[in-house]
């Protein structure tokens, strides 16, 4: 195993995100991968997966034996990449449906499809601009990384029985407090990049309460720093300086799906990175309290029409 001070500063720097701190973690996991058809018979359910990260997961998943959802908004788009993961996992049980995850109406129609989900990764993701609001009048990021996802669990709650549910947050997280007063973002300047640090933080703070809320086991975790599309679109000046040093899709997908496969179950309502639980603050600042948490569950709770 890696010495754990060697871990720490990898952790605590910019080392750890990038291809270089994967590939010094990697040696030391093979022993834990999890085993091939681990997850046959079983059903994974990815969102945003039409590129980057979720098309990753899908992959990975296939190859692990599940049978596949890939959720994505628009079916002809993904249509690609479902094509690319049957290339790449020829056999695999992969097929699309369609979910916009920041519209509530769009999650409903969508969660009765599904009968039985062994695993559900929330990946999700949008970096607007501007401010905007979705037809149900919520900030685009929170409506896409926290109310849809909340509302899209809640449904498939007796779907799940005692799965998995995986979210997708960023190390960008570590940046921003808990917007429990003002989780729309209609107070200050908007920036989206703060916009989705600010709702990946969310994701991170609410996951041991959901975790307690649906008796599953529910993670969060970040790919560190991933050459995707999204990346290439909302943040094309950091591409352009970090490009050398970006993990693959791959790389930034490999410890969401390891927490969907690997036995036994890791605990439940922790932050991961690369395999380990890793710390949710780095700054003082950041920590809200137990009650700023749980005003924010109610207020999500509420947005999304389910009860506190």
């Known amino acids: ?163 998995r549910v995986i979210f997708m947050s960023s190390g960008g997280m570590y940046t921003q407090a808990l917007a429990a007063d003002d989780p729309e973002y209609r107070s200050g300047t908007y920036r989206g990049a703060v916009a989705y640090a600010r709702t990946k933080r969310m994701q991170v703070e609410l996951t041991p309460l959901l975790a307690q809320r649906w008796g599953l086991a529910v993670h969060s975790c970040h790919p560190g720093w991933a050459d995707t599309p999204g990346l290439s679109s909302s943040l094309p000046a950091f591409r352009r300086l970090t490009r050398p040093f970006l993990r693959t899709a791959a790389q930034g997908a490999d410890t969401a799906v390891w927490l969907a496969a690997t036995e036994p179950p890791p605990p439940a309502g922790r932050f991961w990175h690369d395999r380990r639980p890793r710390p949710e603050h780095l700054l003082p600042r950041t920590r809200p309290s137990e009650a700023q948490v749980r005003e924010l569950l109610a207020y999500c709770l509420e947005a999304v029409g389910e009860t506190p």
């Not at 080392?15 to 046959?40: E, I, M, N, Q, V």
């Not at 079983?42 to 959720?71: H, I």
Request: hydrophobic share 40%; net charge negative; with cysteine.
């Open 1 to 163: 195993m890696i010495a754990p001070l060697i871990d720490v500063v990898l952790d605590r720097t910019a080392t750890g995100y990038t291809r270089f701190g994967y590939l010094l973690r990697r040696p030391h996991w093979r022993s834990g991968d999890p085993a091939p058809g681990s997850l046959k018979g079983k059903v994974a359910l990815v969102t945003g997966a039409g590129s980057g990260l979720g098309q990753a997961c899908a992959v990975e998943l296939a190859r692990l034996g599940a049978s596949v959802v890939m959720l994505v908004r628009d079916l002809g788009r993904g249509e690609p990449a479902r094509d690319d993961v049957l290339a790449r996992v020829p056999g695999a049980d992969v097929r699309l449906a369609q979910c916009d995850l920041s519209s509530l109406a769009s999650v409903r129609a969508c969660a009765p499809e599904f009968a039985r989900v062994d695993v559900l990764i929330h990946n999700a993701g949008t970096l607007p601009p501007e401010r905007t609001e979705t037809e149900d009048g919520h900030e685009v990021t929170l409506a896409t990384h926290v109310l849809g996802p909340l509302l899209l669990t809640e449904l498939l709650r007796p779907a799940l029985g005692d799965g």
